[in-house]
């Protein structure tokens, strides 16, 4: 059990890599070859996207053929986009890299379940731990994925970040390496042939609810905030490295959490942890709004990715509770197809309203999302709370 957690931790750092190089440079490069700077979202809009209708088939091809082949079948994706995204750079054609932008979450869309075979292979009582363990492997990728591009910007002086995708598709690479050695149990044929519960049944539990309240607005929150951040140290006169370091503490924030969350999760209850998370997302709404210094986006942006671990994680613990061995592959689908379905609105809209209403409209708007957050949580205690 310990050996494959850690081994998945290992896959998950690789992702994430990926994922904070391109949450560090795509809007960035979006925004020089786009036809107009509204656009400069529309490729990690697009990435999440494809991440979000890539969770039903990547659930079920892992539920008929194991978790291993579909993870190998990602890493594959993730390599493909990578090259693309070089490419649509050497040649700048804003097309391709949309298309780049879509391998990459298709690839994605198969990592996700990296914390949910964890699940698979965990104890009962080990699983909050498993799901954190697991989302720490993302420590590395703070360290290596902004500091990546930010190294590879201009190896390439005409083309500024070709290397750095190319550098990209060698990290997915990694993974497929790593995935060899990757055993995870294939689900009992018994349980192949149960689907369990309808997920209108399911989907009507108050713990399923808040479950995905909680990492559906914590994800969009994040996103939202986090994909404007680069373009908004870019309109107040901050360096990409400024911008590399702000995103490489940002993503410190989302998985150091992650070594003490399940521990937290144990001793104080998933809706007190999540209740913190909610709380650090608000507190880097206050922080964004009272000035644009690099240490002001620096301290917001470690409490938005605090806050998002919390949330994340907590959801992630709560969900397991909605749903039986038989019906997972369904619960944990949907949830995630909802859950990247608001990431892709969040990032899209995140340019757009940058452009039009400016930064604080970006933070006033995650406001009232918040404010769901805080009254499902509160809605569940209540319901749990002895009569």
């Not at 999440?48 to 008929?64: E, I, Y």
């Not at 550098?167 to 990757?182: C, D, I, S």
Request: with cysteine.
């Amino acid at each position: 059990m310990h050996r494959t957690i850690w081994l998945l931790a290992l896959c998950q750092a690789l992702l994430m890599t990926g994922n904070t190089l391109m949450i560090a440079t795509s809007a960035l490069v979006g925004e020089s070859l786009a036809p107009r700077p509204g656009l400069a979202t529309l490729p990690l809009a697009l990435q999440f996207f494809a991440t979000m209708l890539t969770t039903l088939p990547a659930s079920w091809s892992m539920r008929r053929l194991g978790r291993q082949p579909g993870f190998i079948m990602g890493a594959l994706f993730g390599i493909a986009g990578a090259l693309s995204a070089a490419h649509a750079v050497q040649v700048g054609l804003f097309a391709w890299f949309c298309a780049g932008s879509i391998l990459i979450g298709m690839a994605n869309g198969f990592g996700v379940f990296y914390r949910f075979a964890a699940i698979d292979v965990a104890s009962e009582e080990y699983r909050s731990r498993a799901v954190s363990y697991v989302l720490a492997g993302g420590v590395a990728a703070a360290l290596t994925g902004p500091n990546l591009a930010n190294w590879t910007r201009d190896v390439v002086a005409a083309a500024p970040f070709y290397a750095s995708y190319l550098g990209l598709a060698l990290v997915h690479l990694a993974a497929v390496v790593v995935l060899a050695f990757v055993r995870i149990p294939r689900p009992a044929p018994a349980l192949l042939r149960s689907s369990g519960r309808s997920l209108a049944r399911i989907m009507r539990q108050p713990v399923f609810i808040v479950a995905l309240v909680g990492a559906m607005l914590g994800y969009g929150v994040m996103s939202l905030v986090m994909t404007a951040t680069p373009l908004a140290m870019r309109h107040h006169a901050h360096g990409f490295g400024d911008a590399a370091f702000v995103i490489e503490w940002h993503v410190l924030g989302m998985f150091a959490p992650s070594f003490v969350t399940g521990h937290l999760i144990r001793r104080f209850g998933v809706l007190r942890v999540m209740t913190w998370g909610a709380l650090c997302m608000a507190g880097c709404v206050g922080v964004n709004l009272s000035g644009t210094s690099t240490g002001q986006f620096w301290l917001a942006l470690v409490l938005l990715g605090v806050g998002w671990n919390f949330l994340f994680v907590g959801g992630t613990t709560l969900l397991a509770e909605a749903y039986t061995a038989a019906e997972e592959a369904k619960v944990q689908a949907i949830n995630d197809f909802i859950v990247f379905g608001t990431v892709t609105a969040a990032s899209l809209s995140s340019g757009a309203l940058l452009e039009r209403w400016g930064w604080q409209a970006v933070n006033l708007g995650v406001v009232p999302l918040l404010a769901v957050v805080f009254a499902a949580v509160l809605w569940l205690r209540r319901r749990r709370a002895p009569a």
